[in-house]
């Protein structure tokens, strides 16, 4: 029985009571004792960044989860290894961060066929803007988040000529901090929720120290910045934050709530600073789900992300610190975002090697990424019967983001 025709009793989690009830009334106009099945959505397939232990290079590889198989290596590329990935439906954007600035497409139906490679680089940019991700709007219309830039470019993923590609930008330029004279607030990652681009920022100093964190808020019609009135005594309009420096992958949503992890300064000691704080995207209220310490016996793990099935349900990984016996050791914990209570340990069978990335499919597996010398690869859990999904799917390189495909 394969992995997602064994869910299909499970309708409620996924189907609305609306739709259940349809599904039941379309099944009482037959007389028939024939099962109605409804099945899940699921992805297609998945991918994943690698990427080798020393930096040195760096490939894409295809998961599936229903196979038990690893397709690769695709978009192999040596010299620099700093990459990423994000995917819209079917199509693949493969980006180069620093000191590349590209963004290559590719489609799931042709791997291997490059459909264009544009520059994220303005024609004055005397330095790597460092792009770090894409977030779609719509199919023609997404924001790349450029980490070493001030401006936020709103792009047209569908451009046949890469003049066509650019279509605007937003100012983050309030936000740069007073010790930086680098011009950026280094802003790490961004969602759309209610309409709304979320924009979470390290807003960094000279000596790479994070200074108080902010949310800069867009409205995606018309790409103005929206006054929160979060704090009444800054001049800023974004959403301050009680947590500092929110890393890549920082930022996700569920219904009507955005949820920010920050992880404290690299070398910094203060486990309050690393937190996952609940954003209302209406009302812009903040609240701080929990920070580090309520991890039974935490002496040095800071959080590192956090993914969410549901207000009772969602999980966090944390790593050790370059100060711990064994740093870089990762354990993923579930706990419950509207307590903030810690309801399960060491998830997964985590907490023996190091996790570079976790998220969720549509069908709420949590997908894992396990840095192992010997066995690095990607683990799947099912978030509904708490169990691990086959074995692991073992990678060349290390593993690191993991996007989907529909």
């Known amino acids: 029985m394969s992995i997602f025709s064994r869910r299909k009793h499970n309708v409620k989690r996924y189907l609305s009571i609306g739709l259940i009830s349809s599904a039941l009334l379309l099944a ?19 991918l994943v960044q690698t990427f080798a232990p020393d930096y040195s290079s760096s490939e894409v590889a295809f998961l599936d989860i229903e196979e038990q198989s690893v397709a690769g290596a695709y978009y192999i590329k040596g010299l620099y290894a700093d990459h990423t990935i994000v995917t819209n439906g079917g199509d693949i954007y493969h980006i180069g ?20 490679s544009y520059t994220t680089q303005d024609s004055e940019d005397a330095s790597s803007r460092n792009p770090y991700t894409m977030v779609f709007a719509s199919d023609d219309k997404a924001y790349v988040i450029r980490y070493g830039s001030d401006k936020v470019w709103i792009v047209n993923p569908t451009a046949k000529n890469e003049e066509d590609f650019k279509i605007g930008q937003l100012d ?40 108080i964190t902010y949310v800069a808020v867009f409205d995606v019609a018309t790409d103005k910045e929206i006054e929160t009135n979060s704090n009444s005594d800054d001049n800023l309009m974004g959403i301050m934050l009680a947590g500092l420096n929110p890393l890549e992958h920082n930022i996700k949503t569920l219904g009507d709530k955005v949820y920010v992890t920050t992880s404290e300064a690299s070398f910094g000691t203060d486990l309050t600073n690393s937190k996952i704080e609940e954003i209302d995207s209406s009302t812009y209220a903040v609240r701080v789900v ?28 944390a790593s050790q610190s370059f100060t711990h016996p064994e740093p870089d050791v990762s354990t993923i914990y579930e706990f419950n975002p509207t307590t903030g209570k810690i309801t399960a340990n060491n998830v997964a069978s985590s907490g023996i090697e190091t996790i570079s990335f976790i998220d969720l499919d549509s069908d709420n597996f949590l997908w894992i990424s396990a840095v192992n010398p010997a066995t690095p690869g990607v683990d799947v859990f099912d978030t509904l019967k708490k169990e691990m999904v086959g074995t692991r799917l073992l990678t060349e390189l290390n593993p690191g983001t993991i996007r989907f495909l529909k």
């Open 172 to 211: 983050l330029s309030a936000y740069i901090s007073p010790d930086n004279s680098k011009g950026t607030p280094s802003p790490s990652d961004a969602v759309i929720s209610n309409g709304k681009l979320f924009i979470s920022m390290q807003r960094l100093t000279d000596d790479w120290l994070p200074t």
């Open 97 to 116: 961060r620093f000191g590349i600035d590209t963004i290559a497409k590719y489609t799931n139906e042709s791997r291997d066929e490059q459909v264009y």
């Open 28 to 46: 009482g106009c037959h007389d028939t004792d024939e099962e109605v099945i409804v099945l899940p959505p699921a992805p297609a397939s998945a």
């Open 290 to 317: 929990l920070d580090a310490t309520a991890i039974a016996d935490n002496e040095s793990a800071k959080i590192k992300g956090s993914v969410f099935v549901s207000s009772t349900q969602a999980y966090l990984y």
